[in-house]
């Protein structure tokens, strides 16, 4: 299923039911009091947070929502039935902006609701209207429309790593290493055509798609998803180590997260040399070395064929996570 991110829906709120006009009947009398019951309020248009990054698919095709109308008042002053609830689930990280007015909302934490729009109210049944002066009221109000609009909603993920890199770098390879998120791999590019999400020990690690010159500008897959790293805590980046040029491989990646802005530029990094099985001991403290030296940043390395090291930059990371916001 192709990965969703953004999509526009129209959702309405439910009307609420009509009050009634009814009478208390007694053996006694055809028509006693006025026993006409208020109608139920319509229901809600709520927005859940889910730990589902694939949870925007739904919106892909079906693009209406309408909550549940509130049922009409009935006799003996009995209230008709609220209206259901029409709830959305949308991943955590997703902004919704009401289209009409630029009012937004943010879901950070799974399980959070935030209500768009509220039902109509019941209207008022004729037993509202009972007076000392109108003992049998022939009055009742209609149940008041739902509210509604369009609304545009974005996924930005939120992760306490985020894994960035040139195409092929290891990214899902490695994301599955240490998390079993079971993320598609390949040897060719833009095998990750959306994010992946992993839990390690209570972190969220997100394995961002490959990154290409010009991706700040739109080439590749561009700003799509570079959108995604902006709330990742840390991010690792992943040079593979059978590139000639390291240094160059890194400086082209980085030159793509400082063109974009948004911070990118100042967060932690941390560069993980991948994929070390392919070049020699000697070979990759070498070019440990160049990245530390030339970077300033800490340096690890890693071989998905390497149980041994897969555990350092676990242990790792185990340190660094609580720290990384």
């Known amino acids: ?39 139920g309020k319509g229901g809600d248009i709520v927005l859940v947070g889910v730990r589902d ?31 259901e609830d029409m709830l959305l689930p949308v991943p955590v990280g997703t902004i919704a902006r009401f289209v009409q007015t630029g009012e937004e909302h943010e879901i950070t934490t799974e399980g959070e609701r935030i ?16 007076s000392s002066t109108k003992q049998n009221p022939f009055e009742r109000t209609l149940g008041k429309e739902g509210k509604g609009g369009d609304i545009h909603v974005t996924l930005k993920l939120i992760a306490d790593a985020g894994f960035v890199g040139l195409p092929n770098a290891g990214k899902s390879s490695l994301l599955n290493a240490l998390t079993r998120a079971k993320a598609k791999v390949g040897d060719y590019p833009f095998t990750t055509l959306g994010p992946n999400l992993g839990d390690f020990y209570g972190h969220i690690l997100a394995d961002i798609p490959g990154l290409i010159e010009g991706a700040s500008a739109g080439r590749g897959l561009g700003t799509k998803f570079l959108k995604h790293v902006e709330r990742t805590g840390i991010l690792l980046h992943l040079v593979s180590a059978d590139q000639d040029d390291p240094l160059a491989t890194y400086r082209e990646v980085r030159k793509e997260l400082d063109a974009f802005g948004h911070g990118l530029g100042e967060k932690n ?32 390395s890693v071989s998905i064929e390497d149980p041994e090291s897969i555990k350092s930059l676990a242990d790792r990371l185990i340190k660094i996570l609580p720290k990384a916001h």
Not at 5 to 21: L, M, P, R, T
Not at 64 to 74: N, S
Not at 273 to 297: F, H, Q, V, W, Y
């Open 269 to 300: 990094e941390i560069i993980v040399l991948s994929k070390i099985d392919l070049i020699s001991p000697e070979m990759c403290e070498t070019k440990k070395n160049l990245l530390a030296r030339e970077t300033g940043r800490e340096v690890l």
């Open 115 to 130: 209500t768009l729009f509220r039902g109509g109210k019941g209207g008022l049944g004729n037993a509202r209207f009972r």
């Open 1 to 39: 299923m192709a990965f969703v991110d953004e999509v526009q829906i129209y959702a309405q709120s439910g009307k609420g039911g009509d009050g009634v006009i009814r009478w208390l009947r007694t053996k006694e009398t055809a028509r006693g009091g006025p026993s006409g019951g208020d109608g």
């Open 53 to 83: 990054i694939a949870a925007l698919s739904r919106y892909r095709f079906e693009k209406k929502f309408h909550a549940e109308d509130g049922g009409a008042g009935k006799n003996e002053l009995k209230q008709g039935k609220a209206g």
